[in-house]
T-cell receptor, first 111, second 114 residues
Framework: TQLLEQSPQFLSIQEGENLTVYCNSS?????LQWYRQEPGEGPVLLVT?????EVKKLKRLTFQFGDARKDSSLHITAAQPGDTGLYLC???????????FGQGTTLQVKP | SQTIHQWPATLVQPVGSPLSLECTVE??????LYWYRQAAGRGLQLLFY??????ISSEVPQNLSASRPQDRQFILSSKKLLLSDSGFYLC?????????????FGSGTQLSVL
């Protein structure tokens, strides 16, 4: 069974700080997605990375796909309270084509 | 543009009562449809997915069932709810693009079984 391990599970920081969330697996994924979810709402897709080593930027968010397509990271620069939420990574299995979700990282940014 | 509607937003049901959650998608044809369950602040567990009318695949054995009576309608049901059925239920539809399959989620139903 392919698993995606996210770390940390919970992160509480002050506004203006930088942070990195990691998504790791021992398996290869054909692509990897990052979602953000606010309480009481469904997840919203932020980005999809496909190529090993790919880096995508979305304003203050930087997403990277590992060279071997087994891991990914999300880096937020100068976090703001509006960044608060649950961040989920999800990988498309290169074996089954199914989407597998990580357990999520809850981010709290204090003003 | 495509939209997904899921209702109700919250539901409190006694143990042993039936359940029916409904999800509809607008603005697209023959979508892949999904039901997920999420524990508080955690990842998503896929319950059912459907690639067409009457075609349902179950990912895990459970007390729930799903049906797709129309192309853009997906229903999650139970005949008798258990305490362990409590959770946040999410419906989603997907589109396959150049960068793989993307999921679009409804706003979820918070189910409390008491």
């Amino acid at each position: 069974t392919q698993l995606l391990e996210q770390s940390p599970q919970f992160l509480s920081i002050q506004e203006g700080e930088n942070l990195t969330v990691y998504c790791n697996s021992s398996s290869v994924f054909s692509s990897l997605q990052w979602y953000r979810q606010e309480p009481g709402e469904g997840p919203v897709l932020l980005v999809t990375v496909v190529t090993g080593g790919e880096v995508k930027k979305l304003k203050r968010l930087t997403f990277q796909f590992g060279d071997a397509r087994k891991d990914s990271s999300l880096h937020i620069t100068a976090a703001q309270p509006g960044d608060t939420g649950l961040y989920l990574c999800a990988g498309v299995s290169s074996n089954t084509g199914k989407l597998i979700f990580g357990q999520g990282t809850t981010l709290q940014v204090k003003p | 543009s495509q939209t997904i509607h899921q209702w109700p937003a919250t539901l409190v049901q006694p143990v042993g009562s039936p359940l029916s959650l409904e999800c509809t998608v607008e603005g697209t044809s023959n979508p892949n449809l999904y039901w997920y369950r999420q524990a508080a602040g955690r990842g998503l567990q896929l319950l059912f997915y459907s690639v067409g009318i009457g075609q349902i695949s179950s990912e895990v054995p459970q007390n729930l069932s799903a049906s797709r009576p129309q192309d853009r309608q997906f229903i999650l049901s139970s005949k008798k709810l258990l305490l362990s059925d409590s959770g946040f239920y999410l419906c989603a539809w997907s589109v396959r693009g150049a960068r793989g399959e993307k999921l679009f989620f409804g706003s979820g139903t918070q189910l409390s079984v008491l």
